[in-house]
């Protein structure tokens, strides 16, 4: 069980960042690598500006 929890937790990108600009569906995110994205989601109405996001994601596999 250990095992397949610790190799799940490998394949997982983990980003943060922090909310710079929100609108209805329009935020903006400054992240911890300095770089800045545009999100336009629902959610983005929830947010305000100085709210923490954090961004699980799995890595894309390359396929040979």
Known sequence: ???LLFSCS?????LTGVVDYAD????TVELTTNDV????APA??????GDKIT????RKRERR
Not at 10 to 14: A, L, N, W
Not at 24 to 27: A, S
Not at 44 to 49: H, I, L, P, S
Request: hydrophobic share 55%; proline share 0%.
């Open 10 to 14: 490998i394949h997982k990108v983990v």
């Open 24 to 27: 209805d569906h329009r935020c």
């Open 37 to 40: 994205i545009v999100i336009t």
């Open 55 to 58: 961004f699980y994601a799995r």
């Open 44 to 49: 983005c109405a929830a947010a305000k500006e």
């Open 1 to 3: 069980m250990m095992f």
